[in-house]
């Protein structure tokens, strides 16, 4: 079936530091790729997706490229802030079945 | 605009009690997610309704739950007999259309306690 598979957390940074996490996914044909981030106390939010293959997602300076001959969508920001300390979830979904699958999330804690 | 909300935002029961979780889409938008998050993990589907029918139930863990949304927009999901399993964060999203391209909104959830 479906699945994704990020990098085990936590992920402790230091500001302005880069940020790389790994999401692998294993799907028939061409699912759509998202990121999504949990802030601490507040719901999920999408951050960015991609919905065909070499597309890149961007938002809020972060980026992920939708490799298919690789099968990854991995984040990543130049320089990050304390502000992006939260939870990241890679997730796909599937044409004909529109659910999301998420990974098992990673969290993130930048500090000062 | 309003985003998705959710109530209640925290739900103790206990063991065996039946709950009901409601669930306030995006005005306007016809597709509707329940997924449900436990302490550590991703998001799991649950149920998704396209319109007023369930396109899509089988991520339901067993037929002590079930869903409904008889108008096409608020829908409710319905725990019997709850278990200290049931516990986790419930999860609503919404979305314009149905496509897989499409951006789902997620509520803040509903923290479910079965003690």
């Known amino acids: 079936g479906n699945s994704v598979t990020q990098m085990e957390g936590p992920v402790t940074l230091s500001e302005e530091a880069f940020l790389t996490i790994n999401c692998t996914y294993t799907?028939?044909?061409?699912?759509?790729l998202f990121w999504y981030v949990q802030y601490p106390g507040e719901g999920l939010q999408l951050l960015l997706k991609?919905?065909?293959?070499?597309d890149k997602g961007s938002n809020k300076g972060f980026e992920a490229t939708y490799r298919k001959e690789t099968t990854s969508f991995h984040l990543e920001k130049g320089s990050v802030q304390v502000s992006d300390s939260a939870v990241y979830f890679c997730?796909?979904?599937?044409?004909?079945?529109?659910?999301?699958?998420f990974g098992k999330g990673t969290k993130l804690t930048v500090n000062p | 605009g309003a985003g998705v909300s959710q109530t209640p935002s925290n739900k103790v029961t206990e063991k065996g009690k039946y709950v009901e979780l409601r669930c306030d889409p995006i005005?306007?938008?016809?597709?509707l997610y329940w997924y449900r998050q436990s302490l550590g993990q991703g998001p799991e589907f649950l149920i998704y309704?396209?319109?007023?029918?369930?396109?899509?139930d089988s991520g339901l863990p067993n037929d002590r739950f079930f869903a409904v949304r008889p108008e096409g927009s608020v829908s409710t999901l319905k725990i019997q007999r709850t278990e200290r399993g049931d516990s986790a964060v419930y999860l609503c999203?919404?979305?314009?259309?149905?496509?897989?391209?499409?951006?789902?909104?997620f509520g803040p959830g509903t923290r479910l306690t079965v003690l």
């Open positions: 997730a796909l979904s599937k044409g004909g079945s529109e659910k999301l699958v």
């Open positions: 799907a028939t044909g061409y699912p759509s």
């Open positions: 005005s306007g938008h016809t597709a």
């Open positions: 309704f396209q319109g007023t029918g369930a396109a899509d």
């Open positions: 991609a919905t065909k293959a070499d």
């Open positions: 999203a919404s979305s314009a259309t149905r496509t897989n391209t499409d951006t789902q909104y």
